[in-house]
């Protein structure tokens, strides 16, 4: 079962990929209009979500329960909220839009309609869905009795519980929920491309009231439908109006993209990875990267055990040596994560720096850009090349501490030190994409380093803040840090996909960045 639902995640996190990937295959439409409409979505819960808490706070919204006395009210009012503030979400969007734009298409329209229904399966069903796996999955076995809920709560969470013994289509039933709402949020980004293009306010007032009843039902039904599963054809059958009028709406006369097949693209970018992997090999990174990365990993367990005899060996210092108790395998990954953590980011914005400020610079992006190579292949390749030589990194790293801390003292449990590794792999690629994008936004590797080097300590600074802790780069590290060691790791699945999410959004920022840029 937890296969299925990660298969689950998985294609919720790959769908709306691959509808602007296809939407850019048949029209003209660049990837920032993905950004403007995941921009929208996150800016309209900005307020969207303190509005609710206010909401509730007056008593306006009660419970999510059927049997609650106001919950039509509930349910009206939630649905309100949603359908406002992103539809005034959209109209800011498409106001900013116009005013670069004397004409925005309506393959534009779809476009910023797919960013807004992206990010949000992107970037809060799948994530929420792992966290409320992995806290399933830390329950199994749980006396749920102690756990001080109500009635009604337990009941649910058993049932929850239950559900992960058992083969069924629940896991995919969100991924069916996902493709609705992008359906939806496509259609009502379109009615708003409408009452901007005929100027007329009542395209955009369609909107907000499709969308509040679409909201409203959902919400309605999802709490007093006895099969919970009847919900998904009746919210098919309300999006079918939406999307007979955009079959009607869709755009034939749009401009066609001159594209190679995607099989030559992709052999373009099999060439463009080895052409990077070559670069990487000549001018020696490999082996610094490898080398120090292998420093780390040999000697983290050798710190660990001979600190306290180093200490007696410095006079003055022999009183504090008897106070360190004697090490252990936990000091081992204590200091080997701490290696990696210290210079782990600052050697992915020194490696990445110069990856295309540097070749913009030397004026040998515009020569390798003259070739059919696809501006996201050329990008691609590079993340993709220096992913390879961390990950090969990161294995000679794991197999020396391993190695040393079995010699030194007990062995780390090997499946899971290596998936420890795995996450560390994950920690360091965000840095990586965040090195990318800024030295796609620049013209001088300097210059790249300096904003990679501001990117890289935001990130580091939103591991302080309670409600982002729990899923950026710095939770990997908590997680890989208990990893091979022999007590239970609940694990943290929200962390995995928040920053794997993070890593596909910067990737495309940069590819959008690198379209609308003259070489």
Known sequence: MLLLYTLSISLIILLPLAAAVWLRRRFVVPWWLFLVGAATFIGSQLYHLPLNNWLTDLGALGPMASDDPNFLRTAVLLGLSAGLCETVARVVGYALLYRQQAAPRREDGLMVGLGHGGIEAMGLVAILMAATLSTLWNLRGADLAALNLSAAQLTFLTDQLASLEQVSWQPFAALLE????????????LLVWQAFWQRN???????LLYHTVFDFTAVYLGQTLAQPGWIYPIMLAMLLPGGVWLWRMWPVDGERPSTLPIAVELRLFGAALRKELRQQWRTKRVLVVVAVFALFGLGSPLLAKFTPQMLTMIEGAEQFADLIPEPTTTDSMSQYIKNITQFGFIIAVLLGMGAVAGEKERGQAALILSKPLPRWAFLLSKFAAQALVYAAAFLIAALGAY?????LF????FGGFIA???????????????????STLTRSSGAGAGLALLGAVILLLAGSIPQIAPFAPGALVAWASQLGLATAVPPQGGALVANSVLVIILLISSIAAFETQEL
């Open 178 to 189: 996902r493709a609705l709402a992008m359906t939806l949020h496509i259609v009502l980004s």
């Open 420 to 438: 420890g590794n795995g996450l560390l792999l994950l920690w360091v690629l965000t840095f990586t994409a965040v090195t990318l994008l800024a």
């Open 410 to 413: 007990e062995p780390f449990q």
């Open 201 to 207: 306010a009542l395209y955009g007032l369609a909107a």
């Open 403 to 407: 190695y040393y801390t079995a010699i």
